[in-house]
């Protein structure tokens, strides 16, 4: 079975400060890992996946995620919060190997104070 | 290019009530998804559709709700008839093909709410 944990419902970071949202799964095999950005009103907007490769993977807006593993760990980053970044993000897996379902984490709410 | 385009964005509807949502997917997109998302969670998804055919849809409740994609493009999502706990934003999305790494493409959904 396929999970996501996104244990901080809210983060609040100084604006300029770095970001951290954190995510980790559970899949049978190996993942293909997502993270979602949601405006109030809006549907989600893709930020960044990991297919394979390099840990460290780039996406929108500046963001970035580190996959770990071990740990089983995929934290979306950025090194200087926006006010504009205020949003919903969810993380979403989906198993290589077996069902195309994303299944998506409860959401994690970040402000960003000036 | 015209994102995944949703209507209508809001309803309110009595419960036993019956509502339709319909959803036009990005241009050249094959693989088309509804997914519920209450209040607090994450998207659950309803049903995935590959062209006109159901990929999935193990997690629609097929006694209240109905969707169809007839020609392969434009889809519909039915609720009949409407319970309480239906409240939610229901959300289109899209993809150029099914595949594991393929990311989605969202419209803004539709908020439905129950009386």
């Known amino acids: 079975a396929q999970s996501v944990a996104q244990p901080e419902d809210q983060v609040n970071v100084a604006e300029g400060n770095p970001l951290t949202v954190k995510c980790t799964y559970s899949?049978?095999?190996?993942?293909?890992l997502f993270w979602y950005v949601q405006y109030p009103n809006r549907g989600l907007q893709f930020l960044l996946k990991?297919?394979?490769?390099?840990?460290l993977v780039k996406g929108s807006y500046g963001f970035e995620a580190e996959f770990n593993k071990s740990q089983t760990s995929f934290h979306l980053k950025k090194p200087s919060a926006l006010v504009s970044d205020s949003a919903l993000y969810f993380c979403a897996v989906r198993d290589k190997t077996g069902a195309n379902n994303l299944f998506f984490g409860t959401g994690t709410r970040l402000t960003v104070i000036p | 290019e015209a994102g995944v385009a949703q209507s209508p964005r809001y309803k309110i509807i009595e419960k036993r009530q019956s509502v339709a949502f319909w959803c036009n997917p990005i241009?050249?997109?094959?693989?088309l998804y509804w997914y519920q998302q209450i209040l607090g969670q994450g998207p659950k998804l309803l049903i995935q559709?590959?062209?006109?055919?159901?990929?999935?849809d193990s997690q629609l409740p097929k006694d209240r709700f109905s969707a169809e994609r007839l020609k392969g493009v434009d889809s519909t999502l039915k609720i009949q008839p409407a319970k309480l706990e239906d409240s939610a934003v229901y959300l289109c999305a899209s993809s150029f093909r099914t595949g594991g790494n393929q990311p989605q493409h969202f419209g803004d959904g539709t908020r439905l709410s129950i009386l």
């Open positions: 990991y297919i394979t490769g390099d840990n």
């Open positions: 241009s050249g997109h094959a693989t």
């Open positions: 899949v049978s095999g190996n993942p293909y």
């Open positions: 559709f590959q062209n006109n055919g159901v990929v999935d």
